[in-house]
Nanobody, 118 residues
């Protein structure tokens, strides 16, 4: 039973920070590209940041300069540090794992709610 469990979401004021975590289990974490997605009501689910098994990082335009993705292979966990949060960052944030050489093997977490509001 593969699991990706996100945590760290919550309510924060504009300009604040949150650190999301995605703990995986029962996958060979080192072989997986990892990504954070987010989805707001009425909008499609979009990629926020990705980090490959080799450590290559990409950010969406909205995340660039404010968010930082990282991974800890020993802890089998991927993180998303979110700074200078804006109300438009409000969404459910999802973790995704994609096998580096077999992308049809992929898994989603259950999501964690991030609300940025005063």
């Amino acid at each position: 039973q593969v699991q990706l469990v996100e945590s760290g979401g919550g309510l924060v004021q504009p300009g604040g920070s949150l650190r999301l975590s995605c703990k995986t289990s029962r996958i060979l974490f080192r072989l997986y590209d990892m990504a954070w997605y987010r989805q707001s009501p009425g909008k499609q689910r979009d990629s926020v940041a990705t980090i490959t098994s080799g450590g290559t990082i990409n950010y969406s335009d909205s995340a660039k300069g404010r968010f930082t993705i990282s991974r800890d292979n020993d802890k089998e966990t991927v993180y998303l540090q979110m700074d200078n949060l804006k109300p438009e960052d409000t969404a459910v944030y999802y973790c995704k794992a994609v096998h580096q050489s077999a992308p049809y093997i992929n898994y989603w977490g259950q999501g964690t709610q991030v609300t940025v509001s005063s």
